[in-house]
């Protein structure tokens, strides 16, 4: 049982069957898809999803997938009450949606391209590819790999050595393109046209955007079915951002939720902050840029889904905030230290923009806030290796360790004495 209607363009209406296409034939605005809400009405249920899977296909129905071909184990990641970190942050309910644990390659990705690439199947392609900042082209070469189908995954030459290897694993073709993403996602397109192969993020878009609405779908269900009153959202290509704002207002026009007219806020790195640039001026015209940040896997100058991102935020009332290079370190740390999180910059991104709405009273210290951390911290160790002081060597002898104890007081009272002057 499917609720899809079909494809229906977002600025002129223009209604088509679900095909693989995602440029309007009439105005070249974007395509969605779209669902008959009034016939899921009294059967997708709280009951009916609970009975689901553990995974993010637990949402099917409110998914533009009839039969998932992959994805079987992804999504449903842990929304953890971060009371370690609230109390550093002066706040009371907070807590992180965790996909740096997201199977298998560990960030938000999964859920895209579970939906993607079993749409893929189902329209009869062969061969999928993507163009990335890394982590989309991690999930696309390891599901390709786990449904047989051939890969090719294009990504800008200067990534990090973990999100290169993390691709590469899987066998599928990757090119490093000299460039920017938008370079890479500008070939692609061409790549797509000339070649017929399924892009998930290009001519499947479409339904590539759709998977991402599952990880609003599960904060509320975690939260039993309550909306958070603030969410804070990485913005890239701008998929995740208004994709969650979807999932919140789906679940409110089902009835499974409150209105509580919840609020979203948009984090960039102050290195490429196009839409927040846009949000702080009060015009919906979204300026590229060439990026310059260790947040790579945010890094799009021209996003093609800035401009939804800008509306989403404005309509639900948010804001939107960048950080530093130096602020996206630290927060990376903090959440380390305080949650046991290790996240990419792109979740130290999202936890620094977080700190600055709370500081400025945009976000009230006592409501529900919900900060999303999208990736793992484990494929972009070049951020921190110079930050941490490297372990010391010492003979296996207790000795040797009751020293080193003795010394390491020494350091803290001294840094301590520094500190307090
Ligand atoms: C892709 C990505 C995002 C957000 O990308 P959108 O294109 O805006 O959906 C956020 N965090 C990480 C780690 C990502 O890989
Ligand atoms: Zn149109």
Known sequence: MSYVLGLKCK?????????????????????????????????????????????????????????????????????????????????????????????????????????????????????????????????????????????????????????????????????????????????????????GWAIVNVNLRPYYTEGAKTYGFEIAEQLGWQLPQHTVVPTAGGTILPKIYKAYQELIQLGLVEDNKPKIYSAQAAGCNPVVKAIHKGIDIIEPQKPNTIAKSIAIGNPAD???????????????????????????????????????????????????????GRIPKDDTIVISITGNGLKTQEVVVDELTPPRVIEAKLTEFDQLLVENQATAVKREALTAV
Not at 311 to 336: C, F, M, P, Y
């Open 11 to 195: 600025e002129c209406g223009h209604r088509i069957p679900a095909k693989p296409l995602h440029v309007c034939e009439q105005c070249f605005g974007p395509y969605e898809v779209e669902y008959d809400y009034a016939a899921m009405k009294g059967k997708v249920t709280r009951e009916s999803i609970a009975k689901g899977p553990k995974s993010l296909w637990r949402y099917k129905d409110l998914l533009p997938v009839a039969t998932p071909k992959v994805g079987f184990h992804s999504g449903f990641t842990p929304l953890k009450k971060a009371d370690r970190l609230a109390k550093e942050l002066g706040c009371r309910n907070l807590y992180i949606k965790d996909d740096s644990c997201n199977y298998p390659t560990y960030s938000y990705k999964e859920r895209v391209v579970s939906v993607a690439i079993s749409k893929a199947i189902e329209f009869g392609f062969d061969t999928v590819g993507c163009a990335s900042t890394g982590n989309l082209a991690n999930s696309v070469a390891a599901h390709a790999a786990q449904a047989g189908l051939k890969c090719y995954v294009m990504i800008p030459h200067d990534l990090e050595q973990g999100k290169v290897l993390g691709s590469l694993i899987f066998g599928p073709t990757m090119v490093r393109i000299r460039g920017t993403y938008d370079d890479v996602n500008r070939l692609c397109t061409e790549i797509a046209d000339k070649y």
């Open 306 to 360: 800035g401009y939804y991102v800008y509306n989403a935020v404005k309509d639900s009332g948010g804001w939107g905030e960048s950080a530093t290079d130096r602020e996206i370190v630290d927060a990376i740390k903090l959440l380390a230290k305080t949650e046991g999180v290790w996240t990419e910059p792109a979740g130290g991104t999202t936890l620094a923009a977080a700190i600055k709405l709370i500081d400025q």
